[in-house]
């Protein structure tokens, strides 16, 4: 069955201090994963997805299949980074996303 | 262009009720899904419409429905409300394919009383 499990429920670190929200998925085919961020008061949004190997907003992620890992990182964490943090397993044929339970990120000054 | 929207942001209802909420794609969008976010369950997909037809359901029971109408607008609806029911709801809209984006709406807070 697909799963995603994100272990930490919260993560709080200092500004400046390298930061890596964990996200793992169970999934017998070849996953689309994303990193989706949901700010105070604001409207669920993308991040990233692994597809683009991209970094936004400093935020990087990379697929191990190996270890069926997603995890999240940025070397340099800001004040504005604080959010809640949801990773995403989208199935293609049914246009469907299965979401962690989130990790709340807290960056403290 | 114009995001996700839903109507309304707020209701409150009493147990026993029933309920509709709203969901305006962006405009070329026709997947519509809906979602349901509890602090104790996280999201959870409820289903998903493509051109007017329910192409997918998560484990919900049958009190709750949806359907989308020709210009790709959804609504979903909850019968005989219960006070588990209280949820912020989630409507994303996004083209079909490989990696696509969903876009999301900023929900419809549900509570039920």
Known sequence: ?109 | KAGVTQTPRYLIKTRGQQVTLSCSPISGHRSVSWYQQTPGQGLQFLFEYFSETQRNKGNFPGRFSGRQFSNSRSEMNVSTLELGDSALYLCASSLIGADTEAFFGQGTRLTVV
């Open chain 1, 1 to 109: 069955a697909q799963r995603v499990t994100q272990p930490e429920k919260l993560l709080s670190v200092f500004k400046g201090a390298p930061v890596e929200l964990k996200c793992n998925y169970s999934y017998s085919g070849s996953p689309e994963l994303f990193w989706y961020v949901q700010y105070s008061r604001q409207r669920l949004q993308l991040l990233l997805r692994h597809i683009s190997r991209e970094s936004i907003k400093g935020f990087t992620a990379d697929l191990n299949k190996g270890e069926t890992s997603f995890h999240l990182k940025k070397p340099f964490a800001q004040e504005e980074d604080s959010a809640m943090y949801y990773c995403a397993l989208h199935l293609r044929n049914f246009n469907k996303f299965y979401f962690g339970s989130g990790t709340k990120l807290n960056v403290k000054p």
